[in-house]
């Protein structure tokens, strides 16, 4: 049996993570850290775990951690840096689900997440968690940098046209929605019910802090620096994520077949027949992405649907996923629960 803590275990993708991870075959949840929970049982503050989670949440400082072999950080930003190397000295792997190791660039992350770096050796050794593209390197990690949600829903949705060299990669846009569980569970005014229901807008126009890294996920792919324009809007949902991806073509080739090639052995990419229009209820509380590619009019624009649900394949899930490349076991452990509809 893996042996699992999760660090901050009070959020959104903190009860995601123990939900996916109650109903492992292989894992044994051993710790879940709060600060202002501690002493009070998992299941008091998350009633639908209850009977399947019995711990309490812990203080992080009296919390078994080290003797875990994998811990979860699903912590604000700056939080896994400072507190991740005492765990891998103590031999325990740790999958990140926030932002601190995803940019290679620290002067970058700096800019963009507004705090000085901690710790620039573990940047260098962590390995980007997206398993589409970088499968063998997670096996073999330590450190697994998880990606963020946007950035998943994005880059697999464009991968495929990068990969092959077919579409001007100086001037891609993605025009990508979100539910509110992706500013997290806290209690801000634009996410209280009056405000955000029966209410839709782009935020962050200028710039979100998911660009560089999409841009470099692509960029890297594609060996050279790519053009994006994002702009993320806040929808009226809990969650799900819905990305508009536009591509002018460079190169003919049969964009369908593309897609179904790229990621015909992928268990969580699901490509859908020509035509298609997935929406982001068919994919909630499911490790799953589905696309569907579209040419209007047969003309020289792309058009790609890409669905996720932001706390499942956008967080939660896909640390699971990573967890169990990086521990030998079938990758799709744990995961394989059917979308919930309606």
Known sequence: MIKVGIVGGTGYTGVELMRLLAQHPGVELMAVTSRGEAGVAVADVFPNLRGRVDLKFTDPAKSPLSDCDVVFFATPNGIAMRQAPAL??????????????RIKDLALWEKWYGMPHANADLVGQAVYGLPEVNRAQIRGANLVANPGCYPTAVQLGF????????????????????????AGRKEELPYLFAEASDNFKAYAVAGHRHLPEIRQGLGLVAGEEVGLTFVPHLTPLIRGIHATLYARVTRDVDFQALYERRYHDEPFVDVLPAGSHPDTRSVRA?????????????????????V???????????????????????????????PVLP
């Open 159 to 182: 991968l495929p046209l990068i990969d092959a060299g077919c579409v001007d990669i100086a001037h891609l846009i993605a025009d990508a929605k979100s539910g509110v569980t992706g």
């Open 88 to 101: 891998l000295d103590s031999g325990a792997r740790v999958i990140d689900l926030a932002a601190d190791f």
């Open 286 to 306: 499911a490790n799953t992405c589905r696309i569907a590619v579209h040419r209007p009019q047969g003309g020289d624009t792309l058009v790609i649907l890409s």
């Open 308 to 338: 996720i649900d932001n706390l499942v394949k956008g967080a939660a899930g896909q640390a699971v996923q990573n967890m169990n490349l990086m521990f030998g076991c079938d990758e799709c452990a744990g995961l394989t629960q059917i």
